[in-house]
């Protein structure tokens, strides 16, 4: 009797073991858990199956493992596992599975698998699956946002280099050409200061979209970084046939680049460069087509430019004057050379242009019309401008102690300079670190500068004439040559260019526009300074014109410091 109720009673507690156990693992809502029995029908299907899996308890009970979520692939090693652990012993492992939904998409998961009752024979295989989806969309994401450009969902500049890298091996083997063209819109930080960042952003989206219906499946169109792409070309018909296809893009970039609905027109430079005749890496395809989008913008924009050993040339030299100009920043390499302008009235000498030079390691003589566009184009303008407002300081301070002290020193500012929003103090902060006045500096932008600056940077003008500086426009005549402006613009005096002063010589025409340009900038209250006076006819043709100043050969070339400041001193005091 006693062994009867022991039975009950351990019958008793194996059921209310079991309840709980199935109580637990329905309590757990994200553990999906499934029960088989030795023939992997399903005997137990939780509510979190359900969701995994999509099957409901009834459509489950019964169906076999491999019918329900065991993609065919692995059906049957997935019977050989069970089988195995059934007659040997050797338990399933846990690992990351992708198991098939009821519609049939598969689902990432992490199953671990427990094996019960196995020694009475009536044994029970539980499968414990926890969904990885969001682990694996993460995953995804991270891969995505590793080799596809967030704003246009183009390939990246990484997938880009990955692909032409095997691209080329493949090319290699099969004797094939492969195209990479670099592709950089035109005026596009213009047209992202004017619409807005935002704006900008959506025009290249636009840009994209309408590159990508021009192409073929074949072409890989990437977004290199700012407004650049490259565009691999894997398929093509020699360089007319890439040529065709680039005049495809230019067109639709004109037509049909669409903007908040309305069709924007846009332009855009490509530079080509073909393996294996402009180069045998990625790299160097990348940096010639590089070399000659940058080619396709120096001729005009809007243009397709194909790699060639004169851009190589070209390339390699500016890479020379730039590390040229780096090292000449540090090592001594600049110098200002100053050019006296005369006063017509009294003959002296008491102002001059301070012009750079720069000189290189075995102290040769660099031409600026070498160096200057250089530096304007690898942004080294800023810190050579920066050079030069504080040697022409540094040298209106060591003149102050000569009979020099009342000279003025005109320095040269570019268009990139005037873009600084700190200029203007960082000028005035200079004049008053080497304790001048702001009347002995003068500074001097050339036509299209003046006149082609925004709101902000006229205001800067304003700031350094309002402290005491004399502003010139330099060139005079040879850029938007718009007398209304002098009216508007804060300057003191303009310097009419010499191409003027030598076609009034021999033209009545010329000779009338030059009038003009005195007579209108005398009555705005400007002085009037004339360049590249190299003869006595000349001199005397602008003294006759009422000039104010003139400046070339004919008084004095450029020169070093010393022999400006011996100049000076021996003009002024014979005062000529």
């Not at 689902?107 to 990885?132: A, N, R, W």
Request: hydrophobic share 40%.
């Amino acid at each position: 009797m006693d062994k009867k109720k022991d039975r009950s009673s351990s019958s008793s507690q194996s059921e209310q073991s079991e309840q709980k156990f199935h109580e637990l693992i329905e309590s757990l809502p994200m553990v999906a858990v499934q029960g088989y029995d030795r023939n992997r029908r399903v005997i137990y299907w939780n509510e979190a199956s359900t969701r995994l899996y999509g099957y409901s308890r009834n459509e489950a009970q019964g169906k076999r493992l491999e019918d329900l979520i065991i993609p065919k692939a692995m059906r049957e090693a997935v019977i050989e596992a069970h089988t195995n652990w059934l007659d040997h012993n050797i338990s399933i492992p846990a690992e990351e599975l992708a198991l098939k939904h009821k519609d049939g998409h598969l689902v990432p998961v992490y199953s671990s698998h427990v094996m019960i009752k196995q020694d009475t024979g009536e044994c029970e295989m539980f499968c414990i699956d926890i969904s990885l989806e969001e682990q694996t969309q993460a995953k995804a994401e991270l891969v995505r946002r590793a080799s596809f450009d967030d704003l246009t969902g183009l390939p990246n500049r990484r997938l880009m280099e990955s692909e032409l890298e095997s691209r080329l091996a493949e090319a290699d083997r099969c004797n094939r050409e492969v195209a990479v063209i670099f592709m950089d819109l035109d005026n596009f930080k213009l047209i992202n200061d004017t619409l807005g960042h935002y704006q900008g952003d959506t025009l290249l989206k636009s840009v994209a979209d309408t590159l990508k219906q021009e192409l073929r499946h074949s072409d890989l169109l990437c977004r290199f970084g700012g407004d650049e792409f490259v565009l691999l070309l894997f398929d093509f018909h020699g360089p007319e046939g890439i040529h065709e296809l680039l005049q495809r893009l230019v067109k639709a970039l004109e037509s049909k680049v669409q903007l908040h609905g309305d069709c924007y027109q846009v332009s855009a430079s490509f530079g080509v460069s073909l393996y294996p005749h402009n180069g045998g890496t990625a790299a160097e395809l990348m940096g010639n087509a590089d070399a000659a989008m940058y080619r396709a913008k120096e001729i005009g924009k809007n243009a397709v430019c194909f790699y060639t050993s004169d851009i190589n040339d070209r390339l390699v030299k500016y890479q020379q004057i730039t590390a040229l100009l780096r090292q000449a920043l540090t090592n001594g390499g600049l110098e200002l050379y100053y050019q006296p302008q005369i006063d017509l009235r009294t003959g002296g000498a008491t102002s001059c242009e301070a012009l750079l030079r720069c000189f290189d390691k075995a102290s040769n003589l660099v031409s600026p019309a070498t160096f200057i566009p250089v530096a304007e184009k690898s942004g080294l303008i800023n810190r050579i401008g920066d050079w030069v407002i504080d040697a022409a300081c540094k040298q209106l301070k060591a003149w102050q102690r000569t009979e020099l002290a009342g000279v003025r020193i005109d320095v040269n500012l570019s268009g990139r300079q005037l873009t600084n929003p700190h200029l203007a103090d960082q000028i005035l902060e200079t004049i008053e670190h080497y304790g001048l006045k702001p009347e002995q500096l003068g500074v001097e932008l050339t036509e299209n500068e003046v006149f082609g600056s925004e709101e902000d940077q006229t205001r800067q003008l304003e700031r350094l004439k309002a402290a005491g500086l004399h502003i010139s426009i330099d060139d005079f005549g040879t850029g938007y040559s718009s007398l209304v402006y002098l009216r508007k613009l804060p300057v003191c005096s303009i310097k009419i260019d010499r191409s003027f002063l030598h076609y009034a010589m021999e033209n009545e025409s010329d000779m009338a526009i030059m009038k003009a340009m005195v007579t209108v900038g005398q009555s705005l209250g400007l002085s009037i300074l004339v360049e590249g006076v190299e003869t006595e006819q000349q001199a005397k043709l602008i003294r006759d014109l009422g000039c104010d100043f003139a400046q070339g050969f004919l008084y004095a070339k450029p020169m070093p410091a010393k022999a400006a400041e011996a100049f000076m001193k021996l003009r002024t005091s014979r005062n000529l």
